[in-house]
């Protein structure tokens, strides 16, 4: 069995894109896939001016003979997007091509001077069906753009991945609460920002709580305006990017993992992102907009679920869903029975299983 897994390369700021291709990657060989990774390049910018030509070449890979199966990590659909997947289908009619869409609907992500890129868009993925077996998704659905969908959780290689190393700590009197993210509208982080202005202009006793952000991304500026213009510098801080051990001790002060809360402004309520597999692979229990799925049951109290709209992030409330697990039991509980649900959940070995199934199945 011999599988292309095409991609195309991401930034530094795009470092949970680099970790997801390569557990992916890591969970089809694990099965016994022979996987090869095609990354695909950009196109000169004077070719990218063509009307619909589109940003990567795709046509440089328009022959896949000897492959069973094409793994596609899609970035829109162009005119040379669908030509490519026609050839491959045309000198190989036997593969699977199954293609991942990061995350659905994605309408709302095109705004400004990218709307061409949506009409774009609009325009050709209605072809899809013609030559797309499955389209992969981590989200509740049957089917998109009249293609059957396989359903699967991002994978993590749980192995990899360091457990908290907070000492423990039952007074709840300082509660850091860490998001590290490439930073954009959709994360929602405002309104964590705006709670803690307002948790703090209120009455009574307060809890020290400190919101460290992780991370570049075009709305940094916007959200260090904010925390300037709330007077609140004591309460938010600001790191940019960082990786290796200064990445492990933003986790290991962790007492509370920052989802995104912000899915909403696209019309996303469903996803499960990658930095939430390793809130529950390093044991730190998390805030999110997201839905919880049914399948989360085993490990739901350490998920704490706040609204899906624009209003301000309550605090008090935060203070008393950390509070709570404390009280119940030592951090080094919650921190075992974390990792081990996410062995059986998003580990690599489990995590891509239906669409695994489907590559080596005879359907």
């Keep these: 069995m011999k599988l292309f897994y095409m991609c195309f390369k991401s930034d530094k700021a795009m470092k949970g894109v680099e970790k997801k291709r390569k557990y992916e990657i890591k969970a089809f060989k694990l099965n016994g ?20 030509q589109g940003k990567f070449n795709w046509c440089a890979h328009a022959n896949l003979k000897g492959v069973s199966a094409l793994y596609i990590r899609y970035g829109f659909a162009s005119f040379p997007f669908i030509f ?35 009409v774009r868009d609009v325009i050709y993925r209605r072809f899809l069906r013609k030559y797309v077996d499955r389209i992969a998704i981590n989200r509740p659905f049957e089917e998109i753009y009249g293609v059957k969908v396989l359903q699967f959780v991002n994978p993590i290689d749980v192995d990899s991945i360091n457990v908290s190393n907070r000492v423990n700590r039952n007074d709840g009197n300082v509660i850091n609460l860490v998001a590290v993210a490439s930073l954009a509208h ?25 919101f460290h952000v992780v991370g570049a991304g075009s709305i940094l500026p916007t959200l260090k305006k904010m925390v300037s213009d709330l007077k609140i ?14 990445l ?23 996803n499960e992102t990658i930095k939430s597999k390793e809130y529950i692979s390093r044991g730190i229990p998390y805030i999110t907009e997201y839905s919880v799925p049914e399948k989360l ?26 509070r709570t697990i404390r009280k ?18 998003c580990d690599v070995s489990v995590a891509m299983n239906s669409v695994i199934d489907y590559i080596l199945g005879d359907e």
């Design 33 to 52: 896939i022979d996987t090869e990774e095609v990354i695909i390049e950009k196109e000169s910018p004077f070719i990218r001016i063509i009307p619909f």
């Design 84 to 118: 490519m997947l026609r050839s491959i289908r045309k000198n190989n009619p036997k593969i699977k091509i199954i293609i991942e869409i990061g995350s659905f609907p994605y309408d709302k992500e095109f705004i400004g001077y990218k709307k061409i890129l949506w």
């Design 297 to 322: 049951s085993p490990i739901k109290k350490y998920i704490f679920s706040v609204s899906p709209d624009e209003t301000a992030i309550d605090i008090a409330s935060i203070v008393n869903f950390y």
């Design 248 to 270: 492990e001790q933003m986790y290991d002060i962790a007492d509370i993992g920052v989802d995104e809360l912000g899915g909403h402004r696209q019309d996303d309520l469903h």
């Design 233 to 246: 510098e004591k309460y938010v801080k600001f790191y940019g990017f960082l990786s290796g051990e200064e």
């Design 328 to 345: 119940e039991e030592q951090r080094e509980t919650t921190v075992a029975k974390m990792r081990s649900f996410a062995y059986s959940y």
């Design 186 to 210: 959709y994360h929602g982080y405002d309104r964590l920002i705006s709670g803690i202005a307002n948790y703090y202009s209120g009455e009574g006793t307060k809890v020290d709580i400190v």
